[in-house]
């Protein structure tokens, strides 16, 4: 019996748009009325994840910047795991050598050295993927992360690596350039104590080894008294691979990529068709009263 459901944000509970649909709204609160504790395990910061949340009316515990911190339902803090600072600097020198463009997130939000490069790489990403997209609403969106404090800016980097009051949580780098992205891999795998991943193909997400939505689940339901067989994690990306492998019972969007669904359990609905709801309703026995 699934008694916890782990849901990621973008490309999964989220539409192109970044909007929660109806249905799968209802199949979320159905699951809560049941009892069954449902998490946001995202690869975005509590202040963008809660965002979207607090828009849809939706009240959840949320496992933020892939692991890095973890929000009570009540978004208390209650457990958070950083990157040592000689790390996230050598992440960040690595990443300057490489010409990438990143934002730093920390407990005191996500910043970035150029708002106008955070907006357009954001409306790039949501156009590549999805080009039938209204440009103009798309930007609207993008623009947000700035307009609505969501993302700050910072002279520099160095200013969040030398205030003992930030925490770094995650580096998050951008690149259509293929061979960038993996040259720049390459020398971040080296890196000790060190969690690679990516959330798109245009992507790397960097945490600490510690910092993983897998590893933050399962810290979660050993708190709550919820066996992992009891689990259900649903995803679209590489980032989501952790609690694929230690979640009772593992979902790939019908969005995903197909190296991803070939690790999960089941596939469901894409996120445009409200694939989350979907796979909620399934293991609710399919009762929609």
């Known amino acids: 019996m699934i008694k916890c459901i782990a849901i990621d944000m973008d490309g999964t509970l989220l539409t192109a748009a970044q909007q929660i649909t109806p249905e799968n709204l209802e199949a979320i609160r159905r699951a809560q009325s049941k009892g069954v504790e449902v998490v946001i395990a995202t690869g975005r910061s509590y202040t963008e994840a809660s965002f979207v949340l607090d828009e849809a009316g939706l009240t959840c515990p949320m496992i933020c910047a892939n692991g890095a911190e973890v929000r009570s339902v009540h978004k208390d803090i209650i457990a958070t795991n950083s990157l040592n600072k000689p790390t996230?600097?050598?992440?960040?020198?690595?990443?300057?050598?490489?010409?990438?463009?990143?934002?730093?997130?920390?407990?005191?939000?996500?910043?970035?050295?150029?708002?106008?490069?955070?907006?357009?790489?954001?409306?790039?990403?949501?156009?590549?993927?999805?080009?039938?997209?209204?440009?103009?609403?798309?930007?609207?969106?993008?623009?947000?992360?700035?307009?609505?404090?969501?993302?700050?800016?910072?002279?520099?980097?160095?200013?969040?690596?030398?205030?003992?009051?930030?925490?770094?949580?995650?580096?998050?780098?951008?690149?259509?350039?293929?061979?960038?992205?993996?040259?720049?891999?390459?020398?971040?795998?080296?890196?000790?104590?060190?969690?690679?991943?990516?959330?798109?193909?245009?992507?790397?997400?960097?945490?600490?080894?510690?910092?993983?939505?897998?590893?933050?689940?399962?810290?979660?339901?050993?708190?709550?008294?919820?066996?992992?067989?009891?689990?259900?994690?649903?995803g679209d990306n590489y980032n989501d691979l952790s609690m694929f492998k230690l979640a009772g019972l593992s979902v790939a969007m019908g969005n995903a990529d197909e190296n991803i669904k070939t690790q999960c359990d089941k596939v469901t609905l894409t996120n445009e068709e409200s694939g989350v709801a979907k796979a909620i309703w399934d293991v609710l026995e399919g009762e929609k009263e």
């Open 88 to 234: 996230a600097r050598k992440i960040a020198d690595i990443l300057d050598r490489n010409k990438l463009y990143y934002e730093v997130y920390t407990n005191n939000g996500t910043y970035t050295l150029d708002e106008d490069k955070a907006v357009s790489i954001m409306v790039d990403i949501y156009m590549s993927a999805n080009p039938e997209a209204d440009m103009n609403e798309v930007v609207k969106v993008a623009e947000k992360r700035i307009t609505k404090g969501l993302v700050h800016k910072v002279e520099s980097y160095d200013l969040l690596f030398n205030n003992d009051e930030h925490q770094i949580y995650k580096l998050l780098a951008f690149s259509f350039e293929q061979d960038i992205l993996s040259s720049a891999k390459k020398e971040l795998l080296k890196t000790e104590g060190l969690a690679v991943s990516s959330s798109g193909e245009e992507n790397l997400e960097l945490t600490s080894i510690n910092a993983q939505k897998g590893i933050a689940l399962k810290k979660f339901a050993q708190a709550n008294g919820i066996e992992m067989k009891d689990t259900m994690a649903i």
